[in-house]
């Protein structure tokens, strides 16, 4: 089973930027497409932005446009989410998934196999 673990998150302020990895244990084209989602105390899990592996194909969440980038690099294996201008309701657990929503072409079926997850504090 492939796994996926996500790193790079932290404490910032408002403003500043962080970089999230997600690395795969095996070729990141297991997956038709991979997702970054974020949960806040209290709140629904939300996706932020998904990748299509194979033609590069990106979208984002409105509330995260111009501001975050979704990225992947295929010789590591990883996915990478670029946070910019991050803003306090930005804070959150941070998860990736082989789960997309936000496209043209939504995934329907239930994902369960969440990882660990990296947070990410914003200060104001």
């Known amino acids: 089973q492939v796994q996926l673990v996500e790193s790079g998150g932290g404490s910032v302020q408002a403003g500043g930027s962080l970089r999230l990895s997600c690395a795969a244990s095996t070729s990141i084209y297991f997956a038709n497409c991979i997702g970054w989602f974020r949960q806040a105390p209290g709140k629904e899990r939300e996706e932020v932005a998904e990748?299509?592996?194979?033609?590069?194909?990106?979208y984002y969440a409105d509330s995260v446009k111009g501001r975050f980038t979704i990225s992947q690099d295929n010789s590591k294996n990883t996915i990478y989410l670029q946070m910019n201008s991050l803003k306090p309701e930005d804070a959150a657990m941070y998860y990736c998934?082989?789960?997309?929503?936000?496209?043209?072409?939504?995934?329907?079926?239930?994902?369960?196999?969440w990882g660990q997850g990296t947070q990410v504090t914003v200060s104001s």
């Open positions: 998934a082989p789960l997309c929503t936000l496209g043209p072409s939504p995934d329907k079926f239930e994902y369960s196999d």
């Open positions: 990748v299509y592996i194979g033609d590069g194909a990106t």
